[in-house]
Nanobody, 122 residues
């Protein structure tokens, strides 16, 4: 699976951004999808994940209620709607795909996109 993330940028605290991820290659419906992020000097962390059908989602506690992950299997796209952004949301956001089950562990995801930078100013 090849993944191409886009939609990052610079936004003020309290603002919104929508990240998109275009997938190609393996049958899209056969993989779970997710987003991870990495801030400077910090470990890569799970942000959100979505099941193959889109019927189940998981979120990190830090983004619950502010971020929404969704997928469009017809368009082979995954989205991350980010609202009420905070400076601590700053980082490189990676779109990921996995052939296993929906988890929060980076090692369970087989495919990683190149990342898109999100910067939230205070």
């Amino acid at each position: 699976v090849q993944l191409q993330a886009s939609g990052g940028g610079l936004v003020q605290s309290g603002g919104s951004l929508r990240l998109s991820c275009a997938a190609s290659g393996r049958t899209f419906r056969s993989v779970v999808m997710g987003w991870f992020r990495q801030a400077p000097g910090k470990e890569r962390e799970f942000v959100a994940g979505i099941s193959r059908s889109g019927g189940r989602t998981e979120y990190a506690e830090s983004v619950g209620g502010r971020f929404t992950i969704s997928r469009d299997n017809a368009k082979i796209m995954v989205y991350l709607q980010m609202n009420s952004l905070k400076p601590e949301d700053t980082g490189v956001y990676y779109c990921v795909a996995g052939t296993s089950f929906l988890t929060t562990r980076a090692s369970d995801y087989d495919y990683w996109g190149q990342g898109t930078q999100v910067t939230v100013s205070s």
